[in-house]
């Protein structure tokens, strides 16, 4: 889950894997709390973030290095 993502990037050193992980799972938590759901353009956004720290985990297995994710964390942090 996010927040096991979120935890274990934090530990590594992967803070903008952990960021966006932080995002996400505040967007659910939020969304479960307030007995609301998240809307579509959100979900999506989360899924194309999903995608880009998938590509950020093969950078790390490749290099040891997470991909720069500062503009994804500035998009998704709108959704706050």
Sequence with gaps: DA???????????YENFATITEIIEYLFNKDENENKHVPNDVLIKIQSDISRLQDSL?????????LDLSARIIELEKFK
């Design 58 to 66: 093969k950078e790390i297995e490749l290099s040891g290095k997470e």
């Design 3 to 13: 927040h096991s993502l979120k935890s274990q990037s934090k530990i590594m050193g």
